[in-house]
Nanobody, 119 residues
Framework: QVQVAESGGGLVQAGGSLRLSCAAS????????MGWYRQAPGKQRELVAL??????TNYTDSVKGRFTISRDAKNTVYLQMNSLRSEDTAVYYC??????????????WGQGTQVSVSS
């Protein structure tokens, strides 16, 4: 089993910054990718940023140049969010994709952290 724990959400004024953290622990034999998704009220969950050896680093267009995803050697992934806008308000979720010994993958999601940007 893999445990995923997010932290770092909160309330910030437009133009401000926040840093989200996501720590993965447990049976982490091989991680395929680590990423951040968000879901605003009444909208579908969307990919924000993703990083992995085979996937590379990808961002959704609306956050390019403002958000940066990074990962350390201890299986923690970060999302540095600068120049925040009201439209960035959402619950942010961390997703860890892990390889199984058979070559399949399993997705593990965190419980989400609220990011609210006031205009």
């Amino acid at each position: 089993q893999v445990q995923v724990a997010e932290s770092g959400g909160g309330l910030v004024q437009a133009g401000g910054s926040l840093r989200l953290s996501c720590a993965a622990s447990g049976s982490l034999v091989s991680i395929k990718s680590m990423g951040w998704y968000r879901q605003a009220p009444g909208k579908q969950r969307e990919l924000v940023a993703l990083t992995g050896r085979t996937t590379g680093t990808n961002y959704t267009d609306s956050v390019k140049g403002r958000f940066t995803i990074s990962r350390d050697a201890k299986n923690t992934v970060y999302l540095q969010m600068n120049s925040l806008r009201s439209e960035d308000t959402a619950v942010y979720y961390c997703k860890i994709v892990v390889w199984t010994p058979t070559g399949a993958t399993i997705d593990y999601w965190g419980q989400g952290t609220q990011v609210s940007v006031s205009s």
